[in-house]
């Protein structure tokens, strides 16, 4: 199976053996299990009620019930768990071991060989895992399994991965989180799962991340308001003001909230999901240590071919699988202190040896007022109700630092002791099956011996003390006492060889399976800017990983751009630095070729010094500073994505291009002028040349025709629609810098190779400018600046070479290459081409040594792209909203005004435009969108 891991994912995006493997893939993973299972623990329960609400989206019930709506309890909370595999062995149960002395022999962890006997008990993962992604593992545990304490067989909780951990598995668990506001919120950092208290800390702060998502998303989804049907919960319209009215008013707020709560549920679930495949799936696959993107993607959203696979049906989960996740062997050394200081605290208020999960996480339950107000016991609230996020993100960053431990025999805790009994008994007293009964289930070939089970002889030999024969040996100890898989590709989990091919199926089917994730995952129910935030951006510097997002969202500031502890959690900072620095090449180097990640430079940008440790921390600057930062950090990676080879060339987009601001008005306006108007003056006269004409231009090749009968109204063949801001606003200004000021190369058609048309610079000049002006948090930081280097390098390249063209002191290549196809004369060629870069290329004295005068073509190169390209998009943006504005009815007569005035063509009915132009930014600027974009 690591063959075909690495084999799809090196194939390239696009390729047609890559899509068909995957699908089988998909298959042999889906089918391992069977859908619906084959039998349960006890008899499944008649579903009591089924939730009648009428809406006209699909939501979750609280319960998990209805996933499959002709099997409506299928995988609900409450009902028994599956087996997947009916034991045949005849061994009586009082033949087994006594689970004390085989947790003693087999289980416990100690030393690797008695000469090791005075070194750490503690081996790390060998695939660098850190403490975080156990905790996110133990998170999406507690989500589907939760065992009931009076009846071992039930599951309390559903088999969806719902987050019914934050949300709880009944509507009573909901109702203590919600605020019932009318904003769909919940209670700041709450959970409904009570467990969570009893567990390690960075536990809890994962799930309190996803309550502030969820209130994120809530809030999103109130302000954009797509259906235009919700109201400002704190003003909401009075339907009627009379008493007998009143339940109306509160019965429409409650809908509005419960629309918003179940939207919001969907999305923070997907998003859950995403994180499931993207970070969790790829860390146990060793595919983030490797560099790569690719992920399995087991929803089949592009695939119609695997339709033969169902998806949406339902998933109810299973005993095995239950004890396949008991991956306490992985507790780090930090957890493994926090616990002994637990059970010793524990302890004292009873014996451990029966000590129970449930009744050890009610000690903690028993000392607060809800369930929802703690976590752990260490974490105070602040006013607001909210944890400190700087405390949070701090519990966050210790468990991205600390390594988890690696699996095997002999690995967990001492401290765990008690709870692994339970374990081992749990599954005695539902006839669990055995390792070789299971393999046969999962088509793998039964171990012959204890040694081919696990070589190590102290291991094999205490393991047939034990068991006497290896078809005796029960799957929880035979599962964690296996022989490990070592860190190869396509392997990063490293536990015993079944539980890692077991592991996938189960992955799949818990997604695959689940309405809400594959056939109701769209945009229709979770909102189409919910669906979008759901989907994952490759070129974030994470590649795809979505918990970078959720720690950047949701802790504001505690985490630096491009800090590895928030791009790679779930690999130890350390780690990454000693294996994964300069594995862009070799992956890039691979024979198979395909997905490395050159373009990227994903490890070498990242910056893994201990949090806090940040050379620029741009929270501790002002405004002006910040501008600064991302200007640095745009010219360094130039420098790095590009390579000047020149160095020493002092470029200008560094903090001293705002130093330097004077000087270069001199140089543009040869000397002469000063300021703002010196710099109008110069480029004004180019400015009303072409622009009306471009823009006449650009209106009626973009119009279509519109036939308005079917909507009712009186015909006109005069009706035309166009985009406005798209088609026409933005392209104007980048029309104007790209052919009048810089003469950069211009394509009228997409199809024409090598050019760029004019919606690709207007593409670059964006990049650009949203690194610079929308760059607000660190969501989107790597992104934006990936893109805007990227921008600028290819705009500077073609500058250089038109200001080379222009003084004709260079005849490369790529000017030749520039000529061919190129649409010099679109729009007939302007007689302005060039003569703007004539004034400028005068004001630099001609130098002998062309090395000193390529500098100088340089330093114009940069301070040209600084004055023109990244403001280019804001004044488009400026110019549809003062479109907009005049657009309104209610600007009727000034707009009426504003036309009479654009026809006189004078200067003084310029001059009477530009107050109408200053009011419209003006009002736009007071409210909370200021600028329009698209
Ligand atoms: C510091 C870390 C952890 C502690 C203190 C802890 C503690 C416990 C306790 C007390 C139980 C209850 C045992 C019983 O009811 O018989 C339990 C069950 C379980 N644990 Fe852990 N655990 C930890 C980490 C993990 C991790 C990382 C995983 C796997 C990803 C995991 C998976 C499970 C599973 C699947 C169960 C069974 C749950 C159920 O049946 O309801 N645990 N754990």
Redesign the pocket.
Known sequence: LEKLVVLMSRLPDDSELGRRLQNTVIDILFNDLPHPPSTYLTLPKPLKHASSKQTNYAFRSADGSNNNVLFPSFGQAGQPYARSVSSMNTVLPSFFPDPDIVFDALLCRRPPSPQQASSSYFQSHPGGLSSLF??F??F???SI???N?DN?RI???SSYLDLSVLYGSSEEDVSRIRRFDGSGRLWEDVWADK?VV???PA?GALVVLFCRNHNYIAERILAINENGTYYSPSSPPIISATSAHNDTNRSRLLSQCDEIFHRARLVNTAYFMQIVLRDYVGGILGLVRDGLEWRLNPLGWSSQESSQTPRGEGSSVSMEF???????A??SEE??K??EG?MREVSGKGPTST????S??YCFDATISSPALAIAKSLDRLPSGAFSSAELSDILHRATASPASSFGARKVPK??KP?EI??IR?ARSVGGCTLNEFRRFMRLKPYKSFKEWNPDPEIHKAAEDLYKDIENLELYVGLYAEECKPPIPGAGLCPGYTLSRAILADAVCLTRGDRFLTVDCTPHNLTSWGFQDIQPNIEDGSMGGMLTKLLFRTLPGEYVAGSGYAHFPFLVPSFVKESCFGKDTKVGEDKLGGRGQPKLNIWRNLNISAPGTCEVDVRKRGWVNQEMYKWEALDVGIKNGVGFKNGGVELHMCKDFFLQYEARMRLLTKGGMNGLDSYHNVVSCHLHMELSSFTHLLISEKSIQCNRHNAGLPADVNDMFVDVVKDVINLVPVYWVVNNMLMLPLKASASLRGMYTLQDWYGMFSDVSKYLYFNNGQVNDWTYREKGTRATSEIIRHLKASLAEICKSTVSLSLIYREIGSVLAWLGGSKERGEFLKEVLSAIPADRQRDAYDIQIEHAAYSLFSELIPTAVLFASAMATVVDYYLDDRSRDACQELQRLAAAKSPEANVQILPYVYKALGKSLSCESPLITR
Request: avoid cysteine.
């Open positions: 156990f905790a593992a133990n999406i545990i507690h399994f939760h065992t304490l071992p599951n309390d909780a467990r009893g567990m390690h536990f239950n004890l396949m996740y008991r991956w306490h992985a507790i957890e493994e926090w616990l637990v000590l129970r999960f449930y050890f996480a401290a765990m709870i339970a374990g749990w």
